[in-house]
């Protein structure tokens, strides 16, 4: 049973930091490249950041390059998204997901399994 659970969101000012977590459990963790994506309201989901399996490349959203950066832990089969300098804009339900065979890092379609979500609110 793959499940992949996301946690650390909250309410924060325009320019605090936050860190996301997501938590694979049911996989052997590192043959998954992850993403983060997420979803404002009134909006469609959309690509935020992206880890590779085992070498840990990343690839960001031009609107998030700079502030944000994902990491991850194979040993514990844990990803990270550590968000600095938040803005309003920033604000919406983040998730999770992890793709098992090649494709694009940033199409959500190429992704086999997703999280929850975790709301992330900034107020300006």
């Known amino acids: 049973q793959v499940q992949l659970v996301e946690s650390g969101g909250g309410l924060v000012q325009a320019g605090d930091s936050l860190r996301l977590y997501c938590e694979a459990s049911?996989?052997?963790?590192?043959?998954?490249?992850m993403a983060w994506f997420r979803q404002a309201p009134g909006k469609e989901r959309e690509f935020v950041a992206a880890i590779s399996r085992r070498m840990g490349r990343t690839g960001y959203a031009d609107s998030v390059k700079g502030r944000f950066t994902a990491s991850r832990d194979n040993g514990k089969s844990l990803m990270y998204l550590q968000m600095n300098s938040l803005k309003p804009e920033d604000t919406a339900v983040y998730y999770c997901?992890?793709?098992?065979?090649?494709?694009?890092?940033?199409?959500?379609?190429?992704?086999?399994?997703w999280g929850q979500g975790t709301q992330v609110t900034v107020s300006s």
């Open positions: 997901a992890a793709r098992l065979y090649s494709g694009s890092y940033s199409k959500q379609d190429d992704y086999n399994y």
């Open positions: 049911g996989l052997t963790f590192s043959n998954y490249a």
